[in-house]
């Protein structure tokens, strides 16, 4: 396998080809049926005198008094659920689920969201294993885990728009339309349906399931052709690791070397280096897209490499 070309002699490491980016996404779906993602939209409401003048948002010094909504989404029939809620607590989320888990008939088995306080209490751990939920809840956000719940609050937000208020009545015809709205996510053999015609038809769902999982197939095989999932344990790799600021967001420069593990459900997993000595930092998982190969192995990591991440040694 080839060296990177030189793309390591100056600091900061030049930008990745994101033009990669496109040819590495994968279908989104679950293999499990009953699979639902967790969220929290807030709003960002606007002053009554402003509502003329471009809908700008309450200064920073005026409080937010606006209730939040806990938004359940089934991922594969991408139907959704909106709860409102005034305060973020354990408590207040276990009500919520509580009550959907009931709503569904005892069909919520997985349950899939970021790091929030509320659902990786202690007591949300006891309530999920109380009624048998398997939860996945990952606080790295690199690896876009939540990706369709984040997609769906966008749209939400964008159907309710900046108003003064935003009643309960507002979220529930936004969701209404969500649901009964055509998506072309959920074409099936040429015909197309609407998230509530999807919900409850454990028929159409798990047809649904078998196509993308077929789906899935053919697309990890042709990255495999076209050389994308080219790693090789031992490898080792340069990529993006826990970027917050909207800089790191817009440019996603490479900040870390690591040795490449495994590749997993579209990401890879990777042991970052500590220092020079190539120490290592407990494993990680990154979206593949967000890497790019420097070498075969450690013994054969460029100086100028070493020189542009470890600086300091």
């Not at 509580?98 to 007591?123: F, I, V």
Request: charged fraction near 25%; hydrophobic fraction near 35%; aromatic fraction near 14%.
């Amino acid at each position: 396998m080839k060296e990177h070309p030189d793309i390591y002699a100056e600091a900061p490491v030049p930008d990745i080809n994101i033009q990669k980016k496109k040819k590495l996404y994968r279908p989104t779906f679950s293999p499990h049926p009953h699979s639902y993602e967790i969220d929290i939209m807030f709003f960002n409401p606007v002053r009554n005198d402003y509502a003329t003048k471009g809908l700008q948002p309450f200064e920073k010094q005026e409080k937010h008094t606006q209730a939040d909504y806990l938004i359940i989404q089934n991922v594969n029939t991408r139907y959704v659920f909106a709860y409102q809620i005034m305060n973020k607590q354990a408590q207040t989320i276990i009500a919520c689920v509580e009550d959907l888990y009931k709503k569904l008939n005892n069909k919520l088995k997985y349950l899939t969201g970021d790091a929030e306080k509320a659902w990786t209490s202690e007591a949300f751990k006891k309530f999920a294993k109380k009624y048998n939920i398997k939860c996945n809840f990952d606080p790295n956000k690199q690896t876009n885990h939540t990706r369709i719940i984040d997609r769906t609050m966008r749209t939400l937000r964008d159907l309710i728009g900046y108003r003064p208020v935003i009643t309960p009545e507002i979220v529930k015809q936004a969701v209404h339309y969500f649901n009964n709205t055509i998506h072309e996510s959920l074409t099936l053999y040429k015909h197309k349906f609407t998230p509530a015609q999807y919900q409850g038809n454990e028929t159409l769902e798990l047809m649904y399931i078998q196509r993308m999982s077929y789906k899935l197939a053919k697309v990890i095989e042709r990255q495999r052709i076209n050389g994308l999932l080219k790693y090789e344990p031992g490898n080792i790799i340069a990529f993006v690791h826990k970027y917050n600021s909207t800089f790191y967001k817009k440019r996603r420069n490479l900040n870390m070397l690591g040795q490449f593990y495994k590749y997993t459900n579209g990401n890879v997993i990777v042991f970052p280096f500590k220092n020079r000595n190539l120490d290592y930092y407990p494993a990680v998982t990154v979206p593949t897209w967000a890497t790019e190969y420097v070498c075969y192995d450690k013994s054969a990591i460029p100086t100028r490499v070493l020189n542009t991440y470890f600086p300091n040694g």
